[in-house]
């Protein structure tokens, strides 16, 4: 008798996730899908778009939406490309950051980053709003401070957010950018991202994931100790 556990359709995976560091800023651009139909979603292309097209084909999936956590060039350098080769919509980030995606250009010159373009999403997002890919629902948490659109993604479900650049693990985003408020990312982080309960994991923009406890626990921008 066969003693391995398994196919129960409820013990498998319901979603998938891998990262992708691009560019100089090795920015966590993320492909998160839903498994049983490999409708897939990309957050953030900053940039090596060629990178992250190798990436989805590894994968295989198929990217239906492009979603965008905020506007700065790091997290939106490859988004007008990619939209263009997948032929697929954007959706985000809060219209609060339309000076920054009108901007791209510019910002992209500072940073050698030639080959990117202006752009607007096909939907704005704010406070309240829903996005799905396939069967996975994300709810929408406007958290300004890092910039003044920042949104992030949030799954009840999965008890899973990507939070761009607002949290980090041991940090917060920083706030020395034109639009950047240090008080308003902590309200945000305090009032939106904390009381989703200490269990909820995340993916940031850079470096290595957390959870909210994790963070609620020891962050110094949190505990009070910076």
């Not at 190798?54 to 994968?59: D, L």
């Not at 791209?104 to 050698?112: I, K, P, Q």
């Amino acid at each position: 008798m066969d003693d391995t556990t398994e196919t129960k359709p409820e013990n498998k995976p319901k979603a998938g996730a891998i990262i992708v560091p691009v560019t100089l800023f090795e920015q966590n651009c993320t492909i998160i899908w839903h498994e049983p139909t490999k409708k897939a979603v990309v957050i953030d292309p900053g940039g090596d778009v060629p990178k992250i097209q190798a990436a989805i084909k590894q994968t295989g999936v198929t990217v239906e939406k492009i979603w965008l956590t905020h506007g700065h060039i790091d997290h939106v350098g490859g988004a007008a490309e990619l939209r263009d080769a997948l032929q697929v919509k954007i959706e985000g980030p809060h219209i609060a950051d339309k000076y920054l995606l009108e901007n791209v250009v510019s910002s992209g010159e500072r940073f050698g980053m030639t080959d990117v373009r202006n752009f607007g999403p096909d939907r704005w997002l704010d406070e309240g709003d829903q996005v799905s890919i396939g069967d996975l629902t994300f709810d929408i948490l406007h958290c300004p401070g890092h910039s003044p659109g920042s949104v992030v993604f949030f799954n009840k479900e999965l008890r899973f957010a990507h939070v761009g650049d607002v949290l980090f693990a041991g940090s917060v985003g920083r706030t020395d950018l034109p639009g950047g408020s240090h008080p308003m990312l902590i309200q945000s982080i305090k009032e939106k991202l904390l009381p989703l309960g200490d269990d909820v994991g995340f993916i940031c923009g850079h470096g290595a994931g957390s959870s909210i406890g994790q963070e609620r626990m020891t962050n110094p921008f949190l505990t009070g100790e910076m």
